[in-house]
């Protein structure tokens, strides 16, 4: 039996979220937008109605949300404002290699202070000659005593100067490529850790994105998650988590890109009528519509998924590539469908075509996500 309708309980984590994403993100995300600076105000607001840390375990004094419940939170505050949202969701991508491969006195250790006070942590792969391409990465751990050192640079981390802690992926032993990697919780203040500059990006100027180099870094081996060499089995569980709820954040972006495209075009006329009723226009947000059902039903599908305990890495990817796409797609025809105002940064729709562009980019590329899906259908033929 197939039942898509949701609980009462996940109705109001849903409307709850809405109504913080409309009365504390949306009023604010055109400043944010402008001005570049960092939510901190919006984020521990969020956190002390528990719109953050949602998926740590109720014994770690999180609410133990499933993914699908993470989803329908990010695709309200998606709607609200993804740069904003993307601020947010940084630390459930940093939390999740912890709640997957922790041990349980790294899982009290790292995550039960983030549900006792407000604190930010941050996801560190990315670098500046590696990023869809994992096994490229130049960062090593080198084991000295009962500690690592680590040193090398990653790029591109959001929240970078605000986080507490940074998840970090090295290499323990380069010569065996990806089998090689290991996991490693870097607190910030530890010595040798310095933060770039922010990123001026071409959209999402509300999420803190920046470069962070670790020069020798003294790291105790209790801080590292799972054995030598687990570590890319433990960055890509984690996205197994984690891609499903930003695939949602961007099904919230295009649905308000949508919104605003159907009410401008019942309120615009041309040639003595509202455009709404042109054939050329009303098939574009039918277009919309459609994709924007179509995404959401595969972002479900792939958090159900992993939520019933089964592997849902297909799934996950269907979702990442499908409502990545449907974000650009439809922003960029609620542009179009505004015209002239649409290209204007006094009207919304701009906004939401430069913030769209990141979901094709970040936690794996359409392309990348295209050859997983790839790699999936051929090895179960």
Partial sequence: MIDFSLSEEQRQLRDLAHEFAAKEIYARAVEHDRTGEFPTEILRKAWEVGLMNTHVPSEYGGLGLGVLEGCLLAEEIGWGCTGIGTAMEANGLAEAPIIVAGTEEQKKRWLTPMTQEFKLASYCVTEPDAGSDVASIKTQAKKAGDEYVV?????WITGASHADWYFVLAYTDPAKKHRGMSA???????????VGKKETNLGQHASDTR?????????????????????????????????????????????????HAVQY?????????????????????????????AARLLVWLSAWTIDQG????????????????????????????????????????????????????????????????????FERS
């Fill in 151 to 155: 040193s090398g640079e990653k790029m």
């Fill in 184 to 194: 490693f919780i870097v607190p910030r203040e530890s010595q040798g850790v310095e």
């Fill in 211 to 259: 470069a962070v180099r670790f020069s020798e870094v003294r790291v105790p081996a209790a801080n590292r998650l799972g054995n030598e060499g687990d570590g890319f089995k433990i960055a890509m569980a984690a996205f197994d988590h984690t891609r499903p709820v930003v695939s949602a954040a961007a099904v919230g972006l295009a649905r308000h890109a949508m919104e």
């Fill in 265 to 293: 075009s019942q309120e615009r006329v041309a040639f003595a009528v509202p455009i709404a009723r042109h054939q050329a226009i009303s098939f574009m947000i039918a277009d919309m519509a459609k994709d924007v059902e």
């Fill in 310 to 377: 089964r592997r849902n890495t297909l799934q996950a990817a269907y979702a990442k590539a499908f409502a990545a796409d449907t974000a650009m797609r439809v922003a960029l025809d609620a542009v179009q469908i505004f015209g002239g105002y649409g290209y204007s940064t006094e009207y919304p729709v701009e906004k939401l075509m430069r913030d769209a562009k990141v979901f094709q980019i970040y936690e794996g590329t359409s392309q990348i996500q295209r050859l997983i899906i790839a790699k999936e259908i």
